[in-house]
């Protein structure tokens, strides 16, 4: 086999390497017609290098930590990865905050965001000093009584919603005037009283602020940033002391799903941040960020096995081994959440025929189990695979559970100079026997 070199064309290059690791893949029996007919690759060369955007994009420094979301790809051994390379992790559940600590996470590398944290699980926090962003007035209120006179080891925000409005995707949008995450920023009376709260608690010192994930517009992201530091710098005027000493971002960065491209850039993100806010970035204030799917999306794919093809009604369908267990946003709001898909021979090998148009179906059992509808594809036939781009965050790891379907292997790959393929175990298929446990 000839080792594909680099090709001027990125998303030329893009492609061989997909193509490459495909091959290996089934070459490895990592893909298999009866054992494994559908896994999920994430390239972690790809990875470094996006984590190495984000770090060249903003300060470096004691006073930046820049964490992971871990919503958008929970695995242990990935996030152990991520904190080799100089992350923090932002979790949302016991069960996220569980998996950054066998991670490897220092709990002061840890933000806890959630909009239901439980009385156990915001004492638990404190204990162990994880930072904790505050959703709500109520929740502020169990803080206390867990601080009560003493000091917090950990260091303690509230959310803020700016309420900017939302991006083009409703139910990604987390700064309308309703959204259900943080203090309205402009609801009657809120801004005393939080300026109040702050004066009432020396321990609260860090502001939070996460506009949307996906379909946020880079200026409506920079727009919520920009009220929450002005708000902070409020709360220092009026207290007349530096008490809030930090700015969490959030994440939300948005991904482009129609090409190779990666588009917008940390770089462009973080100009426009310099160029709205730019006290953010004087060395006042201490920075922290929650990168999910800039992170990772575009560094995973999902390949499965077509099973069937087969036409209905003058419509080409083929049946194969990803649908919406995996591709679940994908499958139930398909103009929301397109992806990009290849088609591959059983070798793994691109198919170049002409392009017709197919639905590419799911193997779960309802009708609207489809990843693609009436997309131009070589025409597929049984055996050969699909490749699903773009799902390194929130799709294999964000598994639906339907038809009793497994949760598939994630395999990490890197690729060396000289163009051979390693592959690192992320997690193994889940093996039938899992969904027998007795009650
Ligand atoms: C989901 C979420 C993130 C990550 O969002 P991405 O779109 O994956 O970057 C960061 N912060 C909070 C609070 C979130 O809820």
Redesign the pocket.
């Known amino acids: 086999m000839t080792i594909p070199q680099p090709a001027a064309d990125p998303a030329e290059h893009a492609a061989a390497r997909r193509e490459r690791v495909l091959r290996e893949a089934v070459r490895h029996r990592l893909l298999d017609p009866e054992d494994a007919l559908l896994a999920a690759f994430v390239d972690l060369d790809g990875v470094a290098a996006s984590v190495a955007g984000l770090r060249a994009a903003f300060p470096a420094g004691p006073d930046v930590l820049h964490t992971f ?1 871990a ?2 790809n929970c695995l242990v051994p990935l996030l152990a990865r991520l904190r080799e390379l100089g992350l923090g992790c ?1 979790v ?1 559940s016991p069960g996220e905050l569980a998996q950054a600590l066998a991670a490897g996470f220092r709990p002061d590398r840890i933000v806890l ?1 959630s909009p239901a944290k439980t009385r156990r699980e915001l004492a638990a926090a404190l204990e162990l000093g994880v930072a904790v962003n505050v959703d709500n007035w109520q929740e502020l209120e169990r803080v206390d009584a867990l601080v009560g006179s003493g000091t917090p080891g950990s260091r303690i925000g509230v959310r803020l919603n700016p309420q900017v409005g939302g991006g083009s995707i409703g139910a990604m949008s987390t700064a309308t005037a309703t959204s259900k995450f943080g203090i309205g920023l402009a609801d009657e009376g809120n801004g005393k009283r939080l300026v109040e709260a702050f004066r009432e608690r020396p321990w609260l010192t860090w502001v939070h602020v ?1 506009v949307g ?2 379909g946020c517009p880079l200026d409506l992201m920079a727009e919520g940033v920009a009220r929450a530091v002005a708000f902070a710098a409020r709360v220092n005027e009026e207290l007349g002391r530096r008490q809030v000493v930090g700015v969490d971002l ?4 948005p991904v482009n799903f129609a090409d190779d491209t990666t588009a917008p850039t940390f770089a462009e993100y973080a100009g426009l941040l310099r160029a709205r806010v730019p006290e953010l970035f004087d060395g006042g204030h201490r920075l922290a960020t ?5 992170l990772l999306a575009k560094n995973g794919f999902t390949a499965a096995y077509v099973e069937y093809t087969k036409t209905s009604g003058g419509r080409r369908i083929a049946v194969t081994h990803a649908g919406a267990q995996v591709a679940t946003r994908t499958v139930f709001m398909p103009d929301t959440w397109p992806l990009r898909i290849t088609a591959h021979h059983p070798s793994g090998a691109a198919k170049d025929g002409a392009p017709v148009p197919q639905d590419v179906a799911g193997p779960c059992c309802f009708a609207g189990d489809l990843v693609a509808t009436g997309r131009p594809l070589p025409l597929l036939e049984p055996g050969d695979l699909v490749a699903l781009l773009d799902t390194g ?1 929130y799709y294999a790891t964000t598994h639906f559970q339907y038809n009793s379907l497994p949760e598939p292997a994630v395999h990490g790959f890197t690729v060396d100079a000289a163009g051979a393929v390693r592959f690192v175990p992320l997690r193994r298929a889940q093996p039938v026997e899992e969904l027998l446990r007795p009650v």
């Open positions: 979301a919503k958008a932002e949302a965001d996460h994930s996906q959030g994440g939300g960065l929650e990168f999910g799917r800039s965050a």
